[in-house]
């Protein structure tokens, strides 16, 4: 069996389509299933995808346009970007694209109105159904939307149009409103287990070298944690990492955090002796969980995870190195105050393990002051 290409197209091309669209069974049946009815009874229809930015609409789109359709439907499809563009460059687009894939010759035109003229002759004349994608509908460009599904109803195609949750509250919520559609498709966030499947398919898709499971679980879990469980973040990260892992550097959580310093703007340092400071006032253990944890993590770099039951070893070691009593049961309730307080998390894969988002050298530095502190205090 030949090896899958493994190319970092899939990190920055805007309109790479995975093999596999992962978690979207249930959206792509539906908008398979409103396809297939109109074509089946010959009548046009408009959809609306919608959801928060990042949660993979375009790629929804254009699965759907270049997997789906061309499988399932005897139709041509047109797709066009509206971001940043205005209305003559949206119709522009449009009007080029049909040419294109009907094999037409182009009139070179730059009035709008001529513009509109020669696509709807292209569409009405065309053998086959249309099914067009505007992805990126906003106030500046809705009208293009509209015009377009008007079009679809009149000659018996398809509109597809792709906005973000605010736009689409924006511009369907308002009275008046000329959005014509009749099905919606809103695309949920994913969970955490569900984006770790998303980024591990993705590095198996364009890491030569891959990259281990901690890693990329400690991606997913950032990513979840601080950024509504964004794929596009979780790719954007993988863009940072790229150039290091494709040089052969073995990828650690510094690396990691490194990566996604943009969502998960920490607090300062300074608030975390304070955070850690309040918590840890006279609860010796607390403090001794944390170093135990914060250490751990700093000598093994490529674990981006401490389990529940390494971190009790750890802290049993100290314990006895100071002669401290050990209870387990004073172990978890430091861990619960420290997890309460944002300075350690629990993974979303399991709970079992825990990770931290500071440099663990801040927090091993910090528990380890306030520990001696304590003690020169008594
Ligand atoms: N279900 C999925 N399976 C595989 N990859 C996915 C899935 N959902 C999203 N992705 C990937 O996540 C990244 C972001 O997706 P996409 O660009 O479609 O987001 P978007 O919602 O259109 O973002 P924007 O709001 O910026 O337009 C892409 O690399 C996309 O391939
Ligand atoms: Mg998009």
Not at 39 to 58: P, Q, S
Not at 118 to 127: G, L, P, V
Not at 364 to 372: I, L, N, S
Request: net charge negative; charged share 25%.
């Amino acid at each position: 069996m030949r090896k899958p290409e493994v190319s970092p197209k899939g990190l920055f091309d805007p309109y790479y389509v995975p093999k596999k669209l992962l978690h979207r069974d249930r959206e792509l049946e539906s908008i398979k299933g409103i396809h297939s009815d109109s074509f089946a009874d010959d009548y046009g229809v408009n959809c609306l995808v919608h959801g928060i930015t990042g949660v993979g609409m375009t790629v929804f789109s254009r699965y759907f346009l270049t997997r789906i359709v061309p499988n399932k439907f005897d139709a041509y499809t047109v797709y066009v970007d509206a971001k940043n563009k205005d209305i003559l460059e949206i119709v522009s687009d449009l009007n080029n694209r049909i040419h294109i894939k009907n094999n037409r010759p182009i009139t070179v035109a730059f009035d709008l109105d001529v513009l509109w003229m020669q696509f709807k002759r292209a569409a009405t004349t065309s053998q086959r159904k249309g099914v067009f994608v505007i992805d990126n509908i906003d106030e500046s460009n809705e009208e293009v939307f509209s015009k377009l599904a008007r079009l679809s109803k009149e000659i018996q195609a398809s509109t597809i149009g792709i906005l973000n949750s605010h736009d689409y509250r924006f511009l369907t919520k308002s009275g008046a409103t000329a959005m014509a559609y009749d099905f919606e498709i809103p695309l949920d966030t994913y969970t955490q287990s569900q984006l770790y499947e998303i980024v591990r398919m993705r590095v198996e898709e364009t890491f030569p070298l891959r990259l281990t499971d901690e890693v990329v679980r400690y991606i997913a879990d950032i990513v979840c944690e601080f950024d509504a469980s964004k794929p596009k973040t979780s790719i954007e990260a993988l863009k940072t990492l790229y150039p290091l892992a494709s040089r052969g550097h073995e990828i650690d959580s510094d690396m990691v955090r490194n990566a996604t310093t943009d969502i998960a703007t920490f607090h300062h340092e300074q608030d975390y002796m304070e955070t850690i400071e309040a918590i840890s006032m006279n609860d010796f253990m607390t403090l001794l969980v944390l170093e135990a944890l914060s250490g751990h993590l700093m000598q093994y770099k490529t674990e981006t995870y401490i389990d529940r039951k390494t971190l009790n070893e750890v802290v049993q070691i100290k314990c006895e190195e100071l002669g401290v009593i050990y209870a387990r049961e004073d172990i978890e309730r430091s861990l619960q105050s420290l997890i309460f307080q944002c300075v350690v998390f629990e993974s979303g894969y399991s709970k079992n393990l825990l990770y931290v988002l500071v440099p663990p050298e801040i927090l091993y530095d910090t528990a380890v002051a306030m520990r001696r502190e304590l003690v020169k205090r008594k």
